[in-house]
Nanobody, 126 residues
């Protein structure tokens, strides 16, 4: 059974930083893409960032580009999201997700991701 477990969320002041981690277990991944999504109260889930197995050609939503960085460590089956210059509008539950197989591009399409974590709360105070 595949599990994705997020960690690193919390409360931070505007302008601060947080680093989210997501560890995958339960199967051997060797080509999957991974992504971060978020959902704020009363809003639809939206993509934040995506990364292929190779770690290159990453994708970022326009609202976080230049502030957030997605990376991965395949040896540890872990994906990270470094969030800098946080804003109150970044407040949301953040979810990591993984495809089952290889994916190139289209990292913003949620239904392409098969496995999902339970989410971690990020709250940015003004």
């Amino acid at each position: 059974q595949v599990q994705l477990v997020e960690s690193g969320g919390g409360l931070v002041q505007a302008g601060g930083s947080l680093r989210l981690s997501c560890a995958a277990s339960g199967r051997t991944f060797n080509s999957n893409a991974m992504g971060w999504f978020r959902q704020a109260p009363g809003k639809e889930r939206e993509v934040v960032a995506g990364i292929p197995w190779s770690g290159g050609s990453t994708y970022y939503a326009g609202s976080v580009k230049g502030r957030f960085t997605i990376s991965r460590d395949n040896a540890k089956n872990t994906v990270y999201l470094q969030m800098n210059s946080l804003k109150p509008e970044d407040t949301a539950v953040y979810y990591c997700a993984s495809t089952a197989d290889y994916l190139s591009g289209s990292y913003y399409i949620a239904y392409l991701y098969v496995y999902w974590g339970q989410g971690t709360q990020v709250t940015v105070s003004s």
